[in-house]
């Protein structure tokens, strides 16, 4: 099992930037698939982004493409989420993510897939 704390959630201006972590405990979190979801009041889970276990593959959404970037720094058990021309619509309680070890990312960012969470960072955006 892995343990997983997110920061960097906070109130930005729309267009406005944030940075959000991920920080791991727990054994193989390296072999692991990680993703970044995110939950608006009244709204299903939605997967953002998501990135294979060495880093070398990324999925994402469609309305977050070439505005959001995951990445992970396996040295320092941390995944990352730049989010950039942040809009109003996507207010929202952000999760972190993991999947079972050995078992890989998928195209389609389902939080069916993902066994642990962490609490959640909110991201605040306003017009």
């Known amino acids: 099992q892995v343990q997983l704390v997110e920061s960097g959630g906070g109130s930005v201006q729309a267009g406005g930037s944030l940075r959000l972590s991920c920080a791991a405990s727990?054994?193989?979190?390296?072999?692991?698939?990680m993703g970044w979801f995110r939950q608006a009041p009244g709204k299903e889970r939605e997967g953002v982004a998501a990135i294979s276990a060495g880093g070398s593959s990324t999925y994402y959404a469609d309305s977050v493409k070439g505005r959001f970037t995951i990445s992970r720094d396996n040295a320092k058990n941390t995944v990352y989420l730049q989010m950039n021309s942040l809009k109003t619509e996507e207010n929202a309680m952000y999760y972190c993510?993991?999947?079972?070890?050995?078992?890989?990312?998928?195209?389609?960012?389902?939080?069916?897939?993902?066994?642990?969470w962490g609490q959640g960072t909110q991201v605040t955006v306003s017009s």
């Open positions: 993510a993991a999947k079972r070890p050995w078992t890989g990312c998928r195209a389609s960012i389902s939080a069916s897939d993902y066994i642990d």
């Open positions: 727990g054994a193989i979190y390296s072999s692991k698939c």
